[in-house]
């Protein structure tokens, strides 16, 4: 597709690009299939491994599955809302509003403890994906739905407008 650009005054938007990229559709759907993943683990073949675990390794396999459900959730809600102004069902200023909900970031798990070890393969590598997923997600967040940079007051140009002015009225 050979796209042109039609307003030069306005800078590039390059989360609106990236947005509209298989780049963007490839993450949406890897995120999408990680928590369709992560709930058949939980709900199947995690649940009866839990079970087996001895006390240490069981609570931290607790706390880890509700962190990493949090964290899916909260990713899959950032990856739905961005979706959502890609098919035009909500404006970038409502999607804006509605992404202060969602809250990305803090999600950490600890993966040098000694327990870590003795938690099913399967589960800690859904962590491990639920961790990259959040790794690529923040890493983009910030330009999606701000990319605009802030209009700072520029006093040199504002005076060089002020003399085109008066000079243009002397003429």
């Known amino acids: 597709m050979n796209r042109r650009r039609t307003d030069t005054d306005q800078p590039i938007s390059f989360g609106r690009a990236y947005t509209q990229s298989e780049t963007f559709r490839a993450l949406y759907q890897d995120g999408m299939k990680l928590v369709e993943?992560?709930?058949a683990y939980l709900d199947g073949e995690g649940r009866r491994a839990a079970k087996a675990l001895h006390r240490p390794a069981s609570v931290l396999y607790a706390t880890e599955s509700m962190r990493l459900t949090t964290r899916l959730?909260?990713?899959a809600s950032w990856l739905l809302l961005h979706r959502s102004v890609i098919d035009g069902e909500m404006?970038?200023?409502?999607?804006?509003?509605?992404?202060r909900k969602i809250r990305i970031e803090g999600f950490s798990t600890e993966t040098a403890g000694p327990a870590w070890q003795d938690l099913p393969d399967e589960f800690r590598e859904?962590?491990?994906?639920s961790l990259s997923l959040q790794k690529r997600v923040e890493s983009i967040d910030a330009c999606l739905l701000d990319?605009?940079?802030p209009v700072v007051?520029?006093?040199?140009q504002d005076q060089i407008d002020a003399l085109r002015q008066a000079l243009a009225v002397r003429r």
């Open 37 to 39: 993943a992560t709930a």
């Open 73 to 75: 959730m909260q990713l």
């Open 91 to 99: 404006s970038p200023a409502q999607a804006s509003e509605e992404k």
């Open 126 to 129: 859904l962590v491990l994906r």
């Open 147 to 149: 990319d605009a940079p």
């Open 153 to 156: 007051p520029n006093p040199v």
